[in-house]
Each structure stands twice: as C-alpha cells, then as structure tokens.
C-alpha cells in the first residue's frame, strides 16, 4: 500500500528455506529508500527474524547485507497469536516440517485466506496424528481459500515421511472436512514436469471439482478472485 512517497508494505515469511528466501536479496523495492517493509516471521530456536535474513545476507552469500538495503525495513519476530492490522489480522499455528514453519491465516473482515506452503500432514493412527489433523481442520475451517503444500502423492508420500511435505490426496480430504470453498494445491515436486501436473489437476477435476467452490493445482500466472478483494500483502 503506498504512504504517499514509496510503498509501504508486509511480508510474511513462513520459515526460512532457500526456496522461500531465494528471491528475497533480490526484491528491487527494497533497494528503494522511498520504501518500508516491516517483514514478520516465527522463531527458529534462539535466532529471531532479524538474524535469520542477515544471516541469509552474510557477505559469505551475497555482496549485499541486511543494512545496506536502503529500504526503511522492520523485522518482527512473531508467536502465533493473531496480529490486528486494522483492516485485516494475522494469525498462524505451526506446520509439520522440518523447521518450525508458520501456516499463516489471514482475515479481512468475513473472508478467510489460509498459507501452508510446507506441510506434512500426517497420515496413521497415533495420536499427535490425530491431534495435529483435527487441530489443522479447525484452523482452515471455511477457509475461502486454502493454498496447501501437495508435493506428493500417497504412494510417494510412503517413502518420504517426516520430509515435511503431503500428499495431495490427504490435504483434499481434510478440506473438504474442514468446509473449505477454494482449494490450491502448491509446492510442486521440482522433479515432476508440466505433463504429470497437467495430468494430476486433470484427475482431480474430474473427482474432486464438484466438491468445492474451486479445485486446483496452483501454475505461473493463475489468478483466483474473492470477494471482497483481499489488503496487499506478501506471503512467501
Ligand atoms: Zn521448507
Ligand atoms: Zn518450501
């Protein structure tokens, strides 16, 4: 959102993988000191958000560091309790992965959007199992949409338990019991290529379309609308 100069903006950061970070160095409205960011991320152990990015920007990995980015830039380091920003509050509950990671959900006003780009959704007969999915089904319940972590299937998933990532086929079960209306599926397997994720969307349209309001895998360029319209804001 513009402050009448630059911009002024949040971004929200799940937990610090490469995958998640990689594009952060490069961010040009950083490089703008017409700009602010206040930029929000859970804990890892003892390191807050702060140290996490300068250590991301250590001269070891890239020639710029944190401070020599001429944008106003805040680091807040956030526990999961929801934040009120006025025309819309934050909230998250912790992902199975393998670093604590944020599920972040987003409010404005009756409209619901839930983040889960890295998530194991356990699948068993245990009960953290059991406890972990009915405490995930009450915090995306009616979500308008839910973005969600689907980098496998579930005979893949077999092989790559405790790898912090599900099964699509889970992650479409536990919405639909939690009364989601739009379902995205991200987080694709980097060694699937177009022609299997064209043919894994095609078998859940066919299976799945009619039980939601939208049901897809997420591709480059996809725009989904809600109303009312969402606040700007970035989640990575
Ligand atoms: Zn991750
Ligand atoms: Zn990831």
Redesign the pocket.
Known sequence: MSNGKGYNGRVFITHP?W??LQGFPFFKPFYDSENSFRIYMPPNGDMGCQEILQGHMSKTFFPVSMDMLEADINCITTDPDPIDFGTYQVEYMWAGHTVPTAIYKLTAGETTIVYA??NEIMIGDGEDVYDFRKEFVEFVEGADILMHDSQYNREEYKDRIGWGHSAWEEVVKLAEKANVKRLCLI?HDPDKDDDILDGVNAKIQKDFASKFEHISLAKEGQVISIDPPCPFLALV
Do not use: G, I, Q, R
């Open positions: 993988h995958d998640h780009p890295d987080h």
